[in-house]
């Protein structure tokens, strides 16, 4: 039986560590209180991911270290790096394989499809601490350290997720509600299910060929804001969607009540313009295929019942 670490307790975090305890091994959940799914294969243990000793320790014999977590959006700056720092050195020090959950920030503003073979070219502040902790990860990796890969995935959908349009627009509209929407009604954007996120992580780390490389999620063809807000609309039995596009006076004024609402400005680029995911690498080096989107919205419209 294999026996890896999962740190982190959100949707994905809780999605991964679910995914493996189901498939019979043992997992231990790491977060700050110690919370996370009753289930007979999760061991739930309460440390701070940033004490790189505990967490060394709980990783001695671990096939794999999953990182799920992240500190709060508008702290990132300096606490991403003190604990990517930890989670890395734990990962070389234990000999686990090193399986880093990522975003599309890295790549910056680009036109077209996002491929990974894309360089890093961040235009934003969160963008340049994730791009230089891949680039720390994957440094030792090329060292001979530590074996590391990550999986890039866009907003996340589905049961539990968090992102903008389950945080901000689905509530609304689920209620038949007014939704002010802060970017493009109409730009394509691509969508990642959660449980696909889980599943393109565990694979990647059982496949000795994912090392040293990024993956994207497998994620369906992109939709706008506008198409998914009417399919769940459509699928919850609510009323048509009513949108309306937030100016950007009205987020800045937001910000001043909001820390995290403060932050949203300078990633605004992901949602006024086509923010498209090619996952299609991943897809055929795994066998891997995306959720169908109508699958992944009667999920989200049933846990929102």
């Known amino acids: 039986m294999s026996f890896d670490v999962v740190v982190g307790a959100g949707s994905t975090g809780v999605a991964t560590a679910s995914l493996l305890a189901d498939a019979g091994h043992h997992v231990r959940l790491v977060t700050r209180s110690g919370s996370g799914p009753e289930h007979p294969g999760i061991e739930r243990i309460a440390a701070d991911a940033t004490d790189a000793d505990r967490l060394t320790a709980l990783c001695q ?7 799920c977590a992240a500190p709060p959006y508008h702290t990132w700056a300096k606490a991403f790096p003190p604990l990517a720092a930890a989670l890395l050195t734990a990962a070389e020090r234990s000999g686990a394989g090193y399986v880093v959950l990522d975003n599309l920030y890295a790549y910056g503003q680009v036109d077209g499809p996002m491929t990974e073979e894309l360089p890093s070219a961040p235009n934003s502040v969160k963008g340049g601490v994730r791009a230089r902790i891949w ?8 060292a001979g350290r530590v074996r590391v890969t990550a999986v890039r995935a866009s907003d996340f959908i589905g049961a539990g997720a968090s992102s903008v349009f389950t945080l901000a627009v689905a509530p609304k509209v689920f209620a038949g509600k007014p939704a ?6 109409d730009a394509p ?14 694979t990647v780390s059982r496949d ?27 699928t919850a039995g609510a009323p048509a969607p009513k949108l309306r596009a937030m100016p950007g006076w009205m987020l800045t004024l937001g910000g001043l009540f909001s820390p995290t609402v403060r932050e949203l400005p300078e990633v605004q680029y992901q949602f006024r313009r086509p923010f498209v995911l090619d996952s299609s690498h ?17 999920e989200m419209a049933a846990a929102m019942a």
């Open 61 to 67: 014999d671990a096939t794999s270290l999953f990182t």
């Open 282 to 298: 991943t897809e055929q080096t795994f066998g891997l295929k995306p959720t169908p989107l109508e699958v992944t919205v009667q």
């Open 135 to 142: 680039q720390e990860a994957l440094a030792a990796h090329q």
């Open 189 to 202: 954007h691509s969508w990642t299910a959660v449980r696909d996120v889980a599943r393109a992580l565990v």
């Open 208 to 234: 000795d060929r994912a090392w040293g490389h990024v993956w994207h999620v497998p994620t369906p063809a992109p939709v706008s804001v506008r198409e998914l807000a009417g399919l769940l609309a459509r």
């Open 180 to 185: 002010l929407v802060p970017g493009d009604l």
